[in-house]
């Protein structure tokens, strides 16, 4: 039997409060970019039920934790444990990421730079163009709020609840002078150049392979990139839909794996550089697909 020696009495901890956790991918992922940068930390998960979330956080102050990541469904919850909150996190609305200070843990959202990741890696600038945004909840408003922060000419909100959709609208006009329209999916032919569509329902993850918010996949046609935030299937319907509309279709994987790197940055204030992100990030993509 070999004795563990990757953890000692110096070795900092991390996790991931959220609820379910067990299927989450963080920990590899984490612990991954951890090891390769030679740091001396682990990250675990905490399963957390709603209405605990305040008690977690205090708790994990008083052990010392350095930092979590906070998933469904406590995301907004959350923000009222933090001493200090990042404005972007503010405007969004919800923290997946908490950073230990003197004072408590400071609240960052980090969906946002990994989605802005996924458009700069293939050269792609929202600035100028219209974004036509699948979904208004809580990837929905990183999604929103990136469009404004690059300044998108336009964005328009699709979502089954439309009250959701006005309220996000209203929200992103309230910090962005961005025009902003809310529509049906039924009334999506009518997107005049819909250059950029960001898909955030859960509509087709897991075994929800034939499902696909938009019915009409002629709508592809006028579409050049598609990122679908969902990274289980690995490939939806939609992506398919619009790959064969002449789409590029874009999974969610990039975007989870530059928000874990954006956190793991923010813990432990460093730039990671830009060729060994890229080279975790494929390892961990050959990792994730090969399970
Ligand atoms: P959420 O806040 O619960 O929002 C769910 C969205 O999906 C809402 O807009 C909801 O519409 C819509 N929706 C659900 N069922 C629908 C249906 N049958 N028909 C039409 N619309 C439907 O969830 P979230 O936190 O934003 O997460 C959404 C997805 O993004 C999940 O698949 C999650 O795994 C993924 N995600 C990925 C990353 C990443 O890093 N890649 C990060 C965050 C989230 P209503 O408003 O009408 O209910």
Known sequence: MNCIDFTNGKTQVFGI???????????????????????NSVYV??????????????????LGIKGFNVTVPHKIEVMEALCDIDPVAERIGSVNTLKLTENGYKGYNTDIIGLKKCFEERNIDISGKTVVLAGAGGAANSAAMLAGEEKAAKLVILNRTKEKAEKLAERVRAYYSIETEVLGYD??????????????TSVGMGNDVDGTPVKNAEFFNNVKIVVDIIYTPWETKLMKDASAHGAVAVNGFDMLFYQGLASFEIWNDIKVDKELAVKLKNQLTDFYCGR
Do not use: D, H, W, Y
Request: proline share 7%.
């Open 187 to 200: 009334e999506i032919m009518s997107i005049e150049n819909p250059e950029i569509f960001v898909q955030t």
């Open 45 to 62: 998960p905490f399963k957390v039920e709603k209405g605990a979330v305040a008690t977690a956080v205090k708790g994990g102050k008083e």
């Open 17 to 39: 409060i959220g609820n379910p956790v067990e299927k989450s991918f963080s920990p590899i992922l984490q612990n991954t970019i951890a090891r390769a940068l030679g740091m």
